[in-house]
Each structure stands twice: as structure tokens, then as C-alpha cells.
């Protein structure tokens, strides 16, 4: 383990590696640096008789290929509650090795890490079961378009991702037996899980032709998405709109007069930032009738993806 763990650490220029051995659904436990085996030393079990790869030693750090520059800093139980505090080595290279005896505390050596940068994680699947590496921020879709094409491109979204969706049907609009209020809340808490939303006008031949239907559904879109960004602590990646009508008066109503344009993630597809407002996710437009079926899903991927990738779009 020491050979593979001194190529990695060099290899991606990762000075603190933090070894989490224990599995103890199976009964594999860690304590004192020391790896037993339902509650005996894995070196005194019949792991030490294994022809191919005998445990001769049950201590962790005797499997590491240590120079003279690196640490080593056992964390017991009582000292997992300050490992956010633990300064980590920005030039040697130290191993953290975590004792535990429960699923619980290795999920709260998990929690304590998750922030933490430049550390290398080692162990087994009992730790890896914790560790829930950072979702991207989600992107909310709004589609007020009746157009074919735009639809065939959300049911493509819909078939070829996990992004959680919301029609509104103009018939219960003019009925007015749909609940905003129930609506807002339920997409805000798909965005907080930072799981992306599509809030879209369903297929409806009355939508098409009523033009008094027609500016209500563009301003009850324009009502929920307020009422979404009302909650500060959502923080999305980006704000699709499609449609032109619906786009400027979503935008007029949350206060967004001027956007910078940055690029284009597809043909006629721009992205940009808002300009004199405090806001940090971008913007998208399309307008009803183009793209290929795929171009939502692909932008999602975009931004679901890493910021490298996002700059490179």
C-alpha cells in the first residue's frame, strides 16, 4: 500500500492523505492506529497465515512508505470533532489515520472532511459509503413555449436525466385550481437537494390559439420564478428561459434589465451575466423552435459539470 499511495500523493500534488481503514458492518475496526478483526488483531487472525498476502503487522503506518520528512497524526475518537481545525501540510507530507469502532464515526470523519481541500482519501467501502463528493449548483429551466420542437427537447431532458420536472396544464390555469404557493415550494426544495428543475407549459391545442391564456401562463411563469428566487439560499448555476416572450418578462419581473453576453453553448443558444445586480448564476435564452432534441440535455451536462469544463463551453 506505502508504493501506491507515494505515486498517487506525488502524482496529483496531494500532501495529506487521510486513511480511514475500518469496516465495521463486517467487523473491521480501528483503534490506536491498529486494525482488529472482530475485536482481535488482524496479525492474530487467519489473515497472518494467508499464503499470498499475510497480515504480519495489524499497525497501519507499518504499511507506509515513510521518509524522513513525513508525519503521521492519529485521530481518536475524541479528536475527530476538531479535524476542521487540524492544519494540514502544504509542503510535506503527513498521513491522518482515523480510529474507528462505528458506521458513525466514520461518517463523521466524512462530515468533518468534506470541506477540507488537498487531501487524498484512502480506505475501504466502509468510509467510501460516507463520502458524498460536492454536487454542482443545479440549473432551473423554464420553458413558456408551445412549439413542437421545444417540447420534443424537454421530453428528451426528461428521458435522459435525473432533473426533477413541473408542468402547469393551461386548462387548471384558467380554472385556477393550480396552488403557486405549493408549486414555488416544491421546485425550491428540488434546488436545495441541488437537483436541477424544468417548470414547462404542457402540450394544450387552447394554449396555442388563446392569446389572453397564453400572456396569464407567461405571467404565472414569471410569478413562480420570482417566488423561487425569493430564497436566497438557493444557488443555482444557471436560469434557462425559452421563449422569447416568456424570457424578457421573466427577467423584467425579478428586476433584470441588462445582460452581459458571454458566449454561445450552442448555435443561437447565448449564456451571459447579469449586469448591476447581485447575482452570480448565468443566463441562458433560447427561442422556442431551434436546437437539435439533445441541446437541453447537453447544456445541462454543461453545468452540471466541472468548472473547468464550463469555461471551456
Same mark, same amino acid.
Given at each position: 500500500? =506505502?508504493?501506491?499511495l507515494?505515486?498517487l500523493?506525488?502524482?496529483?500534488?496531494?500532501?495529506? %492523505?487521510a486513511i480511514?481503514?475500518?469496516?465495521?458492518?463486517v467487523?473491521?475496526?480501528?483503534?490506536?492506529?491498529? %486494525?482488529?478483526?472482530?475485536?482481535?488483531?488482524?496479525?492474530?487472525?487467519?489473515f497472518? #497465515?494467508?499464503?499470498?498476502?499475510p497480515?504480519?503487522?495489524?499497525?497501519i503506518?507499518s504499511? *507506509?512508505?515513510?521518509t524522513?520528512?513525513?508525519?503521521?497524526q492519529?485521530?481518536?475518537?475524541?479528536?475527530i470533532?476538531?479535524? !476542521?481545525?487540524?492544519?494540514?501540510?502544504?509542503?510535506?507530507?503527513?498521513?491522518?489515520?482515523?480510529d &474507528?469502532?462505528?458506521d458513525?464515526?466514520?461518517?463523521?470523519?466524512?462530515?468533518?472532511?468534506?470541506?477540507?481541500?488537498?487531501?487524498?482519501f484512502v =480506505?475501504? =467501502?466502509?468510509?467510501?459509503?460516507? *463520502?458524498?463528493?460536492?454536487?454542482?449548483?443545479?440549473?432551473?429551466?423554464?420553458?413558456?413555449s408551445a412549439?413542437r420542437?421545444t417540447?420534443?427537447?424537454? #421530453?428528451?431532458?426528461?428521458?435522459?436525466?435525473?432533473? !426533477?420536472?413541473? $408542468?402547469v396544464?393551461?386548462?387548471?390555469?384558467?380554472?385556477?385550481? %393550480?396552488?403557486?404557493?405549493?408549486?414555488?415550494?416544491? %421546485? !425550491?426544495?428540488?434546488?436545495?437537494?441541488?437537483q436541477?428543475?424544468?417548470?414547462?407549459?404542457?402540450? &394544450?391545442e387552447?394554449?396555442t390559439?388563446? @392569446?389572453?391564456?397564453? #400572456? #396569464?401562463?407567461?405571467?404565472f411563469?414569471?410569478?413562480v420564478?420570482?417566488g423561487?428566487? $425569493?430564497?436566497?439560499?438557493?444557488?443555482l &448555476?444557471?436560469?434557462?428561459?425559452?421563449?422569447?416572450d416568456?424570457?424578457? !418578462?421573466?427577467?423584467?419581473?425579478?428586476? @433584470?434589465?441588462?445582460i452581459q453576453?458571454?458566449?454561445?453553448?450552442?448555435?443561437?443558444?447565448?449564456? =451571459?451575466?447579469?449586469?448591476?445586480?447581485?447575482?452570480?448564476f448565468?443566463?441562458?435564452?433560447?427561442?422556442?423552435?431551434?436546437?437539435?432534441?439533445?441541446?437541453?440535455? $447537453?447544456?445541462?451536462? @454543461?453545468?452540471?459539470? $466541472?468548472?473547468?469544463t464550463?469555461k471551456?463551453?
Open positions: 500500500m =506505502g508504493v501506491e507515494d505515486a500523493s506525488k502524482g496529483l500534488s496531494i500532501n495529506n %492523505i480511514a481503514s475500518a469496516f465495521p458492518k467487523g473491521r475496526t480501528v483503534k490506536d492506529g491498529m %486494525i482488529y478483526i472482530n475485536d482481535v488483531l488482524a496479525s492474530e487472525t487467519d497472518a #497465515n494467508d499464503p499470498k498476502n497480515i504480519l503487522s495489524a499497525e503506518s504499511y *507506509l512508505n515513510l524522513q520528512n513525513d508525519a503521521i492519529l485521530f481518536t475518537p475524541d479528536k470533532d476538531n479535524i !476542521q481545525q487540524y492544519p494540514l501540510c502544504k509542503k510535506n507530507r503527513q498521513y491522518l489515520i482515523f &474507528s469502532e462505528s458513525n464515526s466514520l461518517e463523521s470523519i466524512a462530515k468533518q472532511l468534506e470541506n477540507r481541500e488537498n487531501i487524498l =480506505g475501504c =467501502g466502509g468510509f467510501a459509503e460516507y *463520502l458524498h463528493f460536492k454536487r454542482h449548483n443545479p440549473v432551473l429551466f423554464i420553458s413558456g412549439n420542437v417540447h420534443d427537447q424537454i #421530453n428528451y431532458l426528461m428521458q435522459h436525466s435525473d432533473i !426533477q420536472s413541473f $408542468s396544464k393551461p386548462e387548471k390555469l384558467s380554472q385556477n385550481t %393550480i396552488n403557486k404557493t405549493e408549486l414555488v415550494s416544491n %421546485i !425550491q426544495k428540488s434546488l436545495a437537494k441541488k436541477s428543475a424544468i417548470l414547462y407549459i404542457a402540450k &394544450s387552447k394554449y390559439h388563446d @392569446i389572453s391564456l397564453s #400572456n #396569464n401562463l407567461v405571467g411563469l414569471s410569478d420564478v420570482k423561487v428566487l $425569493s430564497d436566497k439560499s438557493i444557488e &448555476s444557471a436560469l434557462f428561459l425559452t421563449g422569447g416568456t424570457a424578457m !418578462q421573466i427577467l423584467r419581473a425579478n428586476g @433584470i434589465e441588462r453576453i458571454e458566449n454561445e453553448l450552442e448555435p443561437a443558444i447565448p449564456y =451571459g451575466r447579469v449586469i448591476d445586480k447581485d447575482i452570480i448565468k443566463i441562458i435564452t433560447k427561442s422556442g423552435g431551434l436546437g437539435r432534441t439533445d441541446c437541453l440535455t $447537453s447544456i445541462l451536462d @454543461i453545468f452540471e459539470s $466541472s468548472e473547468e464550463r471551456e463551453a
